[in-house]
Nanobody, 123 residues
Framework: QVQLVESGGGSVQAGGSLRLSCVAS????????MAWFRQAPGKEREGVAV???????SYADSVKGRFTISKDNAKNTLYLQMNSLKPEDTAMYYC?????????????????WGQGTQVTVSS
């Protein structure tokens, strides 16, 4: 089992920045991959950023150039640096782990989820 705990959410004005963290514990194999998702009220959960086991990354078009995903393997911690935030970034943000589908942005491919951290961006 893998446990994930997110933190770092909050309320900011448009143009501001936040850094989300996700601490992972449990049986985490080096082949597992992690990602950040978000879900706004009334919308489907969407993949925001993924990071592969070798460190390559991929982003949703809506956040490219503004968000950066990174990982500290020694601390088993995943990060999402969010800059130039927009009101449309307002959502609950989740980190997730997939055992077999590294690089996927489909929520169905992920096996473990955190409880989420709320990000609210005001205009």
């Amino acid at each position: 089992q893998v446990q994930l705990v997110e933190s770092g959410g909050g309320s900011v004005q448009a143009g501001g920045s936040l850094r989300l963290s996700c601490v992972a514990s449990g049986y985490i194999y080096s082949s597992y991959c992690m990602a950040w998702f978000r879900q706004a009220p009334g919308k489907e959960r969407e993949g925001v950023a993924v990071i592969l086991s070798r460190g390559s990354t991929s982003y949703a078009d809506s956040v490219k150039g503004r968000f950066t995903i990174s990982k500290d393997n020694a601390k088993n911690t995943l990060y999402l640096q969010m800059n130039s935030l927009k009101p449309e970034d307002t959502a609950m943000y989740y980190c997730a782990v997939t055992r077999y589908f590294c690089g996927s942005k489909s929520p169905d491919r992920y096996n473990y989820w955190g409880q989420g951290t709320q990000v609210t961006v005001s205009s």
